[in-house]
């Protein structure tokens, strides 16, 4: 198992907007079960929220790719960062 936190600098995402993150590992050094989340930056005044609308895996000539899609539903900015499980 491993787990990757923090990963990536602190991302700012605005208010009712939605990013797409891609985690690639190289041909072969995935575990093929890749879980990605978001880790809120903890000094969070008040009430925020993240939702991951989709994961994804896409594979091509050069490797896997996984991919998730997060919303920001709530009414201000949210500073973010991704924590990356691959659990097997």
Do not use: C, E
């Amino acid at each position: 198992m491993a787990l990757f936190t923090s990963v990536g600098g602190f991302f700012i995402q605005q208010p009712g907007t939605q990013v797409t993150w891609s985690t690639t590992f190289g041909s072969g050094l995935d575990r093929q079960v890749v879980i990605q989340a978001p880790n809120i930056s903890d000094d969070i005044l008040g009430v925020v929220q993240l939702v991951v609308v989709d994961q994804t895996v896409v594979a091509s000539n050069s490797g896997l790719s996984y991919n998730v899609t997060i919303k920001n539903p709530s009414t201000r900015s949210v500073r973010y960062n991704l924590n990356i499980l691959d659990p097997l």
